[in-house]
């Protein structure tokens, strides 16, 4: 908890090759970027839990039943077709693990510190105010691909 370690996180499943969450990795201070990607999800009932990355930038999560990482991708790139810009990064980043050996960089958990910055990341609102970790998850349900 005091920061001292940072985790990061590759999210396939190696044995079935399926997700289930998807992320957009924002590199700028874009706060509306974040909340335009959280308005595309929500409409299509998928939920969205916007991050603060360590004062880095945003994270916009989402979390749906498992499927196929090529499955999560093609809808994701669907539903959200916009915002695949130079300053953002999506993850899964690849459709499938090949031999066991995973071609994407991991992704920071939430409220962890991150290593640059040395800043905590929190859960935000759509104004960018902090969100209590625990109604932020508590309010999440799961969508559906």
């Known amino acids: 908890m005091n920061g001292e370690i940072t985790l990061g996180v590759f999210f396939t499943n190696l044995l079935d090759q399926t997700v289930k969450m998807a ?3 924002i590199d700028s201070s874009d706060l509306d970027t974040a909340n335009e990607i959280a308005i595309i999800l929500e409409e299509q009932n998928l939920p969205a839990l916007k991050e603060e990355s360590g004062m880095k930038g945003y994270h916009v999560w989402t979390f749906f039943k498992p499927v196929s990482v090529k499955k999560a991708r093609d809808k994701m790139k669907k539903i959200v077709p916009n915002m695949y810009k130079r300053y953002i990064q999506f993850f899964p980043e690849r459709d499938k693990v090949i031999n066991d050996f995973y071609f994407e960089l991991p992704i920071k958990l939430p ?4 290593n640059i910055t040395k800043y905590r990341s929190k859960f935000i609102n759509s104004k960018g105010k902090s969100l209590k970790p625990i ?6 349900e799961i969508g559906e691909l």
């Open 23 to 25: 992320i957009w990795d």
């Open 111 to 114: 409220l962890g510190v991150h």
């Open 135 to 140: 109604t932020a998850l508590t309010s999440l």
